[in-house]
């Protein structure tokens, strides 16, 4: 016997279209009530999207840089909110490399569902290139260093400004000369 998948009725998304027309004109105690703040940062979802090496280690480049991958940050919320900057810690394996660099943005995101990426970039000291440049080369991803992001980002919104935390690791991948 086949499970049917069911398809929502028209009337939810009447209903999402009409909620987002109306708490533009709620105050903001309604809106707290319905939306506190725990239930907002569950609603906001911060991941890592990236292709290709992070870490640039080569005399052909002008600079040597820790490119870090597209930090995606998505609203699942009925109302719009404001990232107004970023906190970010960035390790490799257990050496700090990044601590508190701070990006200011001020960008606002859509209600339900809306996304903004942020790109970050940083050069590399010439003793951080060296340790990198002196890492054992691996035959295998998977034994690639890890490539850790700690940060939060703050969030401005109708229910309050808060913090949101965030931690994203992966396989720094190495291009070097």
């Not at 840089?65 to 970023?86: D, Q, S, W």
């Not at 260093?145 to 969030?155: A, K």
Request: glycine share 4%; charged share 25%.
């Amino acid at each position: 016997m086949e499970k049917k998948i069911q398809i929502p009725s028209k009337w939810i998304y009447v209903f999402r279209v009409m909620f987002s027309f109306l708490i533009k004109w709620l105050p903001a105690w309604i809106i707290r009530k319905v939306y506190p703040i725990p239930r907002c940062m569950n609603m906001i979802h911060v991941f890592g999207e990236s292709c290709g090496p992070h870490i640039y280690i080569n005399d052909k480049r002008p600079s040597k840089t820790l490119e870090l991958y597209k930090i995606v940050i998505i609203n699942a919320l009925p109302f719009p909110i404001t990232v107004e900057y970023l906190n970010l810690d960035i390790n490799i394996e257990s050496l700090k490399w990044i601590s508190d660099k701070q990006i200011m943005r001020n960008d606002e995101i859509e209600p339900s569902g809306g996304k903004k990426e942020i790109h970050v970039s940083h050069d590399l000291t010439d003793t951080q290139a060296n340790t990198i440049r002196d890492y054992p080369s691996k035959d295998s991803p998977s034994q690639y260093p890890m490539l850790i992001y700690n940060g939060s980002i703050r969030i401005k919104s109708p229910v309050g400004n808060f913090d949101k935390g965030f931690r994203i690791e992966t396989r720094a991948f190495i291009f070097k000369d």
